[in-house]
């Protein structure tokens, strides 16, 4: 890749996102950063990773987030450990995708990394999105959900994410206007997305 970009993949739930993201970033020699987000925040807090866990990508109902506008630096002088946890894991996975992002090329799932980065002129936002059916039978056969379960299961991920997505951005998820790049990968398969990826990025060189 020639141009150093930072890569933003948001998806909906059974779409295959991550694995698309993980692929694309091996194709490309980067790393890949999901669930290591938590990871990283966990160390950076001392928090226990199984508390961020539960909370990742949820938004949270406080009041306290009109405060948190102005804290993403931690530099206000109020404390993040008075926010929920939802609020100061996303401040603290806010930190950590400026900071990935100014370290090299990436690729970054979820968060709200397109929101967070939208001032970087080296990022490219993706939305991954793929028919019902097909999320339907991926989500059975991958993440082991009962098939009388899994559109519900979808249903309810995938409006966890958009209201996520929508609370701390202020913008709508899956809207088309928000992203570079939308890809049903209904028929395509992995290689086929990160090829269809992989155009792009040569073709906006």
Known sequence: MSKERVITIARQFGSGGREIGEALAKELGIKCYDKELISLAAKESGVDPEIFNNVDEKATNSLLYSLSLGLYSFG???????????????????????????????VIVGRCADYVLRDNNNVVRLFICADMDYRIERVV??????????????????KSRANYYNFYSGMKWGESENYDLSINRTKLTVDQAVGVIKGYLKATE
């Open 76 to 106: 206000s002088g109020f404390s993040a450990d008075r926010l929920p946890v939802n609020d100061k894991l996303y401040l603290l996975q806010h930190k950590i995708i400026k900071k990935l992002a100014l370290e090299g090329p990436c």
């Open 141 to 158: 056969s991958v993440k082991g959900v009962k098939e009388s379960k899994a559109e519900q299961v979808i249903n309810k991920t995938d």
